[in-house]
């Protein structure tokens, strides 16, 4: 009873709101009062498309006024079906009517095009192959298609691209050589009258290419037949392939070594294959000679112009060898004798003669004639180095240029070998055969040996049977020796003593070798020696064939010595060799440097003499520069030569240099001195010593001379009465400087005496003391001491300690002294003096020291007596009387005392008091500097006062250093000398600390950050400390930084108000994309009293994430195939590669068109571009997405599009795309039946023959299809 409206939406399903209906779009239906129903039309199109049942949907909703109308759920849609009607269909036929392909395509593409019509339905139609005639041999040259059925789909059309469905059709190489062949494709369908078939067969056209072929070769590569057969037969072979029709083959003779129409008859000729042949066989013709040669060959060769010709590897050239028959030449040497001259030439190298052959007969390959040697009396390789030769007789095709060497029909021969020759002849082949001389040199081996006259044989071997071996056929060859050897004497001296009895004397072969024998004479002649040997005249010496310069090489003779017994110098006498020729020439050469050879004798070790001293003792006094002679002579034995001992002197208690000159000297007896004497020198040396000696050693040179009974005397030194040592006091006065050292025992000095003079044995004296001021016992210890030096050993008797110090530096103590020493001129001879001590503070007082004579020869000189002063060395000691003081700030003075610790004072003493700051400052007290304390005798405690400042500054309680010093340090020790004053602070004094910032902004990071406390009132002469703690907010510890819990923040004197004290705060960076995150440092004073905490006690720190993510396109390239009048997906992915998430971030999708390509119409991506990845997802996780391709029926190349991936603008520092992996590439194959169908017209099928040209046109019309790429047509005709 009152208006309402709905409407009404039109929706499609798989009809198209543009081609099979007319949209609704929000249509209003008003109910008016009374109205129970209200209509709308929907007009239904027709579109001549072949196509199935169609639908959409229309739905039914409220306008306005929803609270008032309701629509059940199960009346708000209406479907519509569109059914086909009969009018619409499709006309298909084959896109060619022929087609041409070669046998090595391997396939050919057939289409079948839709010629009219439109789909939006699946449609099949059928294709077959038929054979045509049998030209096809199926299945070896294409497939068989039987009932294949081709699949037209949904949106395919006349118009091209999408207008085609095609099959390949796989052609087959059967390897046969063949012609053109044809097979038939028929189409055909079920679905008639739907589809109509245009044209149902088409022909294709199979063409060889000419890779089929056959193989064709000869049956052997080497063909082999003797000269005399008359012919060889040569057969050619089919070895692989199959023919179907004829080809030809061309063979061909080609001389090499064989000439043609000499050797053979030449040849060429074709040669015809069919389908039934497989072998062809020709002979060809050898011509035969009288001439002997070598194997000789031609060859025959294949070649064809036809394509499918091949030849098999190794077979398309055969060769021919002619083999030769029994044709032979006659041979023989020039002479049965020859003679080599000298078997060396000057150049040592051995000399040669000239030996010749002669061959007869004609030949044309190379003559070789072997040659051997026999040793007859020579021996091969040391007397000739010719054993087995080759002499080569060359034809003149083959012989050096300029040999002149003839052919069968030239007159001059020549040939090569094993030296060089030349020769003549005359004739020809059929007539005369010719003569060819060869000559080569034979040489004699330079052996060096010296022999007789050698002979050796050289003979032809007949070891080629075309060779005929004439007399001569050896020949003899004497070789004249012209050798030497030389031959001299082995040695050029030879040693031998008188009782050998002889000596072996020896000549040798120098250099060359034996095979003869030959002799040397040997004559000796006297020198110092006469009646010493048997001498010798022209003794022959006789060398035997074999010996040599290196085995056997020496002759020899025993030379008789005769033997004396006297001592006598080594004689000689000489040996020379020489040689006188007993043939025609000299066959020895003796060297002059071997002719002459020199004997020694020398004497030998039984002959002997004896000598010694004549005296075993010498006496003399000591004195400056006297002698004592001493002699030495021959004792036993008779002497014939001057012999020489030596004599040397050794030290017995005597000292070369000080008491006697050394001796050293050689002393020489002969035939006519027997006795030989010298003098020892004797030194007068001024030293205080005993008697002393020194002895004589004889020893000898030589073994003969023997010193063994007599070898040694002495010679003894007697002391004189002149000499004698001095001693006196080093000092007359000495001071002992303390009266008590440092243990208090008493002082101790050293006192000593100098020895003037050298000191070779004992000699006694005496220290001893007496009183004077002092007492002996109670102010020093007496002392009496005897001291006795000698040469072996120092005592000493009485009471005290001496000690030696030699030459005033090197202290020696009495227990120290070893036997032997010698005391020197200066030497110091020294005793201990000691004070005793007391505790009396007193006068110095005085003692004396005296020295005493006990031995005439120890004179006692001036100082003989010293005075000894003792000094007194007592003391008092004093110190602080309190180590430590303690007072508080504001008490104003303290009392500071020094007190006497041990000793009495018999007189006044004065110390000094200094305070120095330790901690306290000048504005804390009023410093000492140096004032004075005196002490009376008697008084043990003075006193002063230090006084105190008070200030208003915090500080610790602080220190004062009092010390304790005096001038007079030998009489007063300090042994307390520093005492401290502790001023304590009071309790009015603080400071305040602040927070120097209340909030940080700070990047996320493995990094510190300083945190500040700030010195904001007051003065610090004191440390004080504050602390600093973390509290977690939404950062938390261990992941995003280090917990702070209660770190000591402190401040020192050092610092006043406006100073800042830092510490760090560790941030943890932890790799994890999160937002800002939030704690708080807070600042706290564990001394309230004195360190008061401001208004800034805390601090914020917000962390702001530095992390990321790394996201990346899946590497591969998509792609898809356009599906004919429908859609396709092809899946993407986004692929989380780093980083691990704490919140969630989005990755933005967008895409970038290429050439043709367009979003919208060829692909779709998804409505919402961008993917999410949420917290807790890390790397490795994936999101994928689909994107749709839409087939657009145009005739286009494939296409492509980039698909790219950002960060969106909000997660711009949160993700990072991987390099390379911010897009890929996106292909769309063309769906092959979008495709252009193109129509061929002419004005008339027939054109008529006449005598000029005439021209018909042809037309090519193309279906109304979108074009987005160049396509050809390609016209042909076919005859």
């Not at 009152?2 to 779009?25: G, I």
């Not at 009607?85 to 041409?100: L, R, T």
């Not at 030879?494 to 034996?514: R, S």
Request: hydrophobic share 35%; aromatic share 8%.
């Amino acid at each position: 009873e009152r208006n309402v409206s709905v409407e009404l939406t039109t929706s499609s399903a798989t009809a198209s709101e543009s081609s099979d209906y007319s949209q609704l779009n929000h249509f209003v239906l008003t109910f008016s009062t009374g109205l129970s129903s209200q209509c709308a039309i929907v007009k239904i199109l027709d579109d001549t498309v072949l196509e199935a049942n169609q639908s959409f949907s229309i739905t039914l909703s409220a306008l306005s006024n929803p609270e008032v109308v309701y629509i059940p759920q199960e009346t708000d849609v209406a479907e519509i079906t569109i059914r086909e009607d009969s009018f619409d269909y499709i006309e298909v036929a084959f896109e060619k009517d022929f087609y041409h392909v070669s046998d090595e395509a391997q396939w050919l593409q057939v289409c079948i095009v839709i010629v009219k019509g439109e789909l939006e339905r699946n449609v099949t139609v059928e294709l077959d192959t038929i054979a045509n005639n049998n030209q096809t041999n199926q299945p070896l040259d294409s497939d068989i298609l039987e009932a294949h059925m081709l699949h037209f789909l949904p949106g395919q059309s006349s118009y091209p691209p999408n207008n085609k469905q095609c099959e390949l059709i796989t052609i087959i190489n059967d390897d046969i050589v063949e012609g053109n062949e044809t097979f038939e494709l028929t189409l055909s369908t079920t679905l008639y009258p739907k589809v109509v078939i245009a044209t149902s067969n088409t022909t294709v056209f199979i063409s060889p290419e000419f890779v089929d072929t056959v193989a064709i070769g000869f049956s052997e590569e080497l063909y082999m037949v003797q000269e005399g057969d008359g012919s060889v037969e040569v057969c050619v072979n089919i070895d692989s392939g199959s023919l179907q029709r004829e080809v030809v083959v061309s063979l061909a003779t080609y001389p090499n070594t064989a000439e043609a129409s000499v050797d053979f008859s030449p040849l060429s000729a074709d040669i015809t294959f069919g389908a039934t042949t497989s072998q062809h066989c020709l002979e060809i013709s050898i011509l035969d000679d009288t001439c002997l040669e070598d194997t000789q060959n031609f060859y025959v060769a294949l070649s064809s112009t036809d394509r499918a010709v091949t030849f098999t590897p190794g077979r398309q050239n055969s060769s021919v060898d002619i083999l030769e028959d029994m044709d032979y030449v006659e041979v023989k040497l020039d002479s049965a004798s020859h003679t080599i001259l000298s078997e060396d030439d000057t150049m040592g190298s051995g000399n040669s003669v000239e030996v010749c052959l002669l061959v007869t007969g004609c030949f044309e390959r190379n003559v070789t004639v072997d040659l051997a040697t026999s040793p007859i009396t020579a021996v091969y390789g040391r007397d000739y180095p010719l054993q087995d030769t080759q002499v080569v007789f060359v034809p003149p095709e083959y012989g050096a240029s300029g040999m002149g060497l003839p052919s069968c029909s030239s007159g001059s021969d020549s040939g090569s070998g094993s030296g060089s020759g030349s020769g003549s002849g005359s004739g020809d082949c059929n007539e005369e055969p010719p003569t060819t001389q060869l000559c080569i040199d034979v040489f004699a081996a330079h052996d060096e040996i010296l022999e007789y006259d050698e002979e050796f044989a050289l003979r032809i071997v007949p070891s080629d049977a075309a060779l005929k071996p004439l007399d001569p056929n050896t020949t003899t060859i004497t070789i004249i020796d012209n050798d030497y050897v030389s031959i001299g004497l082995a040695g050029n001296k030879y040693q031998t003593t008188d009782d050998a009895g002889y000596v072996k004397v020896c000549a040798e072969l120098v250099d060359g070798e034996l095979e003869r024998p030959v002799t040397v004479l040997m004559t000796t002649m006297d020198g110092t020696a006469t009646a010493d040997y048997v001498p010798l005249m022209s003794k022959e010496l006789n060398f035997v064939s074999g010996q040599s310069d290196h085995m056997d090489r020496t002759q020899c003779l025993n030379l008789t010595i005769m033997d004396d017994s006297i001592l006598e110098n080594t004689e000689e006498f000489y040996v020379h060799l020489n040689y006188t020729p007993m043939e025609d020439r000299a066959v020895v050469f003796i060297p002059p440097l071997n002719s002459n050879s020199t004997i020694y004798i020398q004497e030998d070790q039984s002959d002997s003499v004896e000598i010694g001293f004549l005296q075993p003792q010498y006496y003399i006094t000591e004195c400056d520069q006297c002698t004592v002679e001493v002699c030495v002579g021959l004792l036993e034995g008779t002497l014939e030569k001057s012999v020489t001992v030596k004599v040397e002197s050794q030290d017995g208690s005597s000292e070369y240099g000080l008491d006697y000159n050394v001796v050293y000297l050689n002393s020489t007896l002969n035939e006519s001195q027997s006795v030989s004497c010298f003098d020892v020198t004797i030194l007068d040396d001024t030293c205080l010593e005993p008697s002393q000696n020194l002895s004589l050693h004889l020893s000898s040179y030589e073994d003969a001379v023997m010193v063994e009974d007599h070898p040694s005397t002495t010679v003894t030194i007697f002391e004189d009465s002149l000499d004698f040592v001095e001693v006196s006091l080093l000092k007359e006065v000495y001071e002992i400087a303390n009266e008590d050292d440092e243990i208090g025992d008493g002082g101790r000095i050293v006192v000593c005496t100098v020895l003037q003079g050298c000191l070779h044995r004992k000699a006694p004296f005496r220290f001893f003391t007496r009183e004077d001021t002092a007492s002996e016992g109670s102010d020093y210890v007496p002392l009496d001491l005897t001291l006795n030096f000698g040469s072996e050993s120092m005592t000493q008797s009485g009471s005290g300690e001496a000690a030696f110090l030699q030459s005033g530096s090197d202290y020696i103590s009495s227990g120290d002294y070893s036997s032997g020493a010698l005391f020197e001129e200066d030497d110091l001879i020294c005793v201990v003096i000691q004070s005793q001590s007391d505790s009396i503070l007193e006068n110095s007082e005085r003692f004396s020291i005296f020295l005493d004579m006990l031995d005439p020869a120890v004179h006692i000189e001036q100082p003989s007596n010293s005075a000894i002063t003792i000094v007194d060395n007592d003391y008092v000691e004093v110190g602080m009387q309190y180590n430590e003081y303690i007072t508080t700030e504001g008490e104003g003075s303290l009392q500071v005392c020094v007190e006497v610790v041990s000793g009495v004072l018999e007189r006044n003493i004065s110390v000094e008091l200094t305070t120095y700051s330790e901690t306290a400052s000048s504005r804390d007290y009023r410093p000492l500097n140096g004032e004075f304390l005196v002490f009376e005798p008697g008084q043990v405690l003075q006193c002063t006062y230090v006084n105190i400042i008070d200030d208003s500054i915090l500080e610790w309680n602080e220190t004062i250093i009092l010390r304790l010093h005096t001038n007079l340090s030998s009489i007063v020790r300090i042994v307390s000398e520093k005492s401290e004053i502790i001023i304590l602070e009071d309790d009015t004094d603080f400071v305040e600390m602040n927070m120097n910032s209340t909030r940080f902004l700070v990047a996320e990071c493995d990094c510190n950050i300083s945190i500040c406390v700030e010195f904001t009132d007051g003065i610090l002469e004191r440390n004080v400390s504050v602390s600093l703690s973390t509290e977690q907010g939404t950062a938390t510890n261990t992941d995003d930084f280090l917990e702070i819990g209660g770190r000591e923040i402190k401040f020192t004197r050092q610092n006043a108000a406006g100073d800042l004290i830092c510490t760090e705060l560790s941030l943890m960076d932890d790799k994890k994309t999160e937002y800002v995150e939030h704690l708080s440092v807070v600042l706290q004073g564990s001394e309230e009293r004195i360190a008061r905490i401001g208004p800034r006690n805390y601090s914020s720190v917000a962390i702001v994430d530095n992390d990321f993510v790394e996201v990346g396109l899946e590497q591969e390239d998509l792609q898809s195939i356009e599906i004919h009048g429908g859609m396709n997906t092809v899946t993407a992915c986004v692929a989380m590669r780093t980083g691990v998430l704490e919140r969630p971030v989005q990755v933005d999708i967008f895409t970038i068109d290429r050439g043709y390509c367009k979003a919208g119409f060829d692909y779709v991506i998804p409505n919402r571009p961008y993917v999410s990845f949420l917290p807790g997802e890390a790397g490795g996780v994936k999101r994928c997405f689909n994107i749709t391709v839409v087939d657009d029926v145009i005739v286009e190349d494939d296409e492509y599009f980039s698909l790219m991936i950002q960060p969106s603008s909000a997660d711009e520092s949160s993700v990072q795309v991987v390099m390379g992996e911010d897009s890929i590439g996106v292909s769309i194959a063309e769906d092959s039946r979008d495709e252009l169908n193109m129509t061929m017209t002419v004005t008339s099928t027939n054109i008529n023959e006449e005598p000029v040209t005439r021209t018909q046109q042809v037309c090519i019309q193309r279906s109304r299809v979108i074009l987005e790429k160049e396509v050809v047509a390609f016209i042909s005709t076919v005859d």
